[in-house]
């Protein structure tokens, strides 16, 4: 069975700080190109951050660029994204995301929600 657990989400102040995690299971973690999203109420979701199976690639939406950091730990099947500076543009629920090395199978995590605010 295949899960994506998501979590380390929650309400931050302005400049802040949060790390996501997301734990595999059920397939090949470490072949997989894994990536997180996020959706804002009333938006499309978006692609934020991505990285290849041996975290060689590695891409970022300009709106996070020099904020967030996606790195991946293999022997661990998970994925983080460390945000700083955050700003309450990023509140959204945040999704993690796995990509077959063909593209033909892919998987989502439940979400967490992250939420900027004063």
């Known amino acids: 069975q295949v899960q994506l657990v998501e979590s380390g989400g929650g309400l931050v102040q302005p400049g802040g700080s949060l790390r996501l995690s997301c734990a595999a299971s059920g397939f090949s973690f470490s072949i997989y190109a894994m990536s997180w999203y996020r959706q804002a109420p009333g938006k499309a979701r978006e692609l934020v951050a991505s990285i290849s199976s041996n975290a060689g690639s590695i891409d970022y939406s300009d709106s996070v660029k020099g904020r967030f950091t996606i790195s991946r730990d293999n022997a661990k099947n998970t994925v983080y994204l460390q945000m700083n500076s955050l700003k309450p543009e990023d509140t959204a629920v945040y999704y993690c995301?796995?990509?077959?090395?063909?593209?033909?199978?892919?998987?989502w995590g439940q979400g967490t929600q992250v939420t900027v605010s004063s």
């Open positions: 995301h796995a990509r077959s090395p063909s593209g033909y199978r892919d998987y």
